[in-house]
């Protein structure tokens, strides 16, 4: 029994390869953000991934909030100088930790508003995938893996969780377990988009809970959303975690909005 399982894996793989050649002769995939063919099953075109997530499209951050350090060495890159912002030294945020994929900047904001707005869930693996590749090698992993959760009215008209179809593979690639209602969203909020700047604090107040605090004691949380952009959400998210005992908390966000 064992030979002949070991002797048809190979068999599978091989038509699992064939089958997939074919579907993508027939259906030939085109780059999420510049529209070529291409002949690869992956949503990015060799060139795209390059420019806009390879090694060359790398900037310094700061480790804290992921934005932008100028005049910073490569050394510093993903903030493994470890060299904090003004922002956050002046006024540290209740989250420890934000790692990005990249800016939410044309064109790679295309990808988000697809899979927000035009349901295209297919994309949510490769936001993952390339959210992975920018975890730097000194970030230590979290316990748990949270997504920032919607507010029942928004999950019903929306039909999905944005940041929750991008954990669910992220967590899969890091090795990290996923609570889905590790949090929950008790108060409606206005879109922190649609409001000022000096609002935001103010609207997303007390917009979370935590149900069981026991899951949320002593550990290190990673919190998963598709965009930061004031950071608001995460800082409420991330003190609300650690009013609950949260030893630290982490940001795991696809794209963030560069600061004004």
Same mark, same amino acid.
């Given at each position: 029994?064992?030979? $002949?399982?070991? $002797?048809?894996? *190979?068999?599978?793989?091989?038509?699992?390869?064939?089958?997939?050649?074919?579907?993508?002769?027939?259906?030939?995939?085109?780059? %999420?953000?510049?529209?070529?063919?291409?002949?690869?099953? !992956?949503?990015?075109?060799?060139?795209?991934?390059?420019?806009?997530?390879? *090694?060359? /499209?790398?900037? /310094?951050?700061?480790?804290?909030?992921?934005?932008?350090?100028? #005049?910073?060495?490569?050394?510093?890159?993903?903030?493994?100088?470890?060299?904090?912002? #003004?922002?956050?030294?002046? !006024?540290?945020?209740?989250?420890?930790?934000?790692?990005?994929?990249?800016?939410? &900047?044309?064109?790679?904001?295309?990808?988000?508003?697809?899979? $927000?707005?035009?349901?295209?869930?297919?994309? /949510?693996?490769?936001? %993952?995938?390339?959210?992975?590749?920018?975890?730097? *090698?000194?970030?230590?992993?979290?316990?748990?893996?949270?997504?920032?959760?919607?507010?029942?009215?928004?999950?019903?008209?929306?039909?999905?969780?944005? &940041?929750?179809?991008?954990?669910? *593979?992220?967590?899969?690639?890091?090795?990290?377990?996923?609570?889905?209602?590790?949090? &929950?969203?008790?108060?409606?909020?206005?879109?922190?988009?649609?409001?000022?700047? !000096?609002?935001?604090?103010?609207?997303?107040?007390?917009?979370?809970?935590?149900?069981?605090? &026991?899951?949320?004691?002593?550990?290190?949380?990673?919190?998963? !959303?598709?965009?930061?952009?004031?950071?608001?959400?995460?800082?409420?998210?991330?003190?609300?975690? $650690?009013?609950?005992?949260? %030893?630290?908390?982490?940001?795991?966000?696809?794209?963030?909005?560069?600061?004004?």
């Amino acid at each position: 029994m064992n030979n $002949k399982i070991g $002797k048809t894996a *190979p068999l599978r793989i091989l038509l699992h390869r064939w089958s997939g050649a074919l579907l993508r002769s027939v259906l030939p995939s085109a780059c %999420a953000l510049c529209g070529s063919g291409s002949d690869s099953d !992956d949503a990015l075109c060799p060139g795209c991934a390059a420019q806009f997530f390879g *090694p060359a /499209a790398a900037i /310094a951050r700061c480790p804290r909030c992921a934005n932008p350090i100028p #005049g910073s060495g490569p050394s510093f890159l993903h903030g493994l100088g470890g060299a904090l912002c #003004g922002v956050c030294l002046a !006024d540290p945020p209740a989250f420890d930790r934000t790692v990005v994929a990249a800016d939410y &900047a044309l064109p790679v904001d295309q990808l988000v508003l697809q899979l $927000k707005f035009g349901h295209r869930l297919a994309l /949510a693996p490769l936001c %993952a995938r390339l959210l992975r590749d920018a975890v730097p *090698p000194d970030c230590a992993l979290p316990a748990l893996l949270c997504p920032v959760p919607l507010s029942p009215h928004r999950l019903a008209e929306r039909g999905y969780n944005q &940041a929750l179809e991008i954990a669910r *593979p992220l967590a899969r690639s890091l090795g990290v377990a996923l609570h889905p209602r590790l949090a &929950a969203r008790v108060r409606e909020t206005a879109a922190q988009s649609s409001v000022s700047p !000096d609002q935001r604090a103010h609207n997303i107040a007390g917009a979370f809970a935590v149900p069981d605090a &026991a899951l949320v004691a002593g550990r290190h949380i990673g919190v998963v !959303d598709d965009v930061m952009t004031s950071g608001r959400t995460l800082n409420e998210l991330a003190a609300t975690l $650690k009013r609950h005992g949260a %030893a630290r908390v982490s940001n795991f966000v696809f794209a963030r909005t560069p600061p004004h």
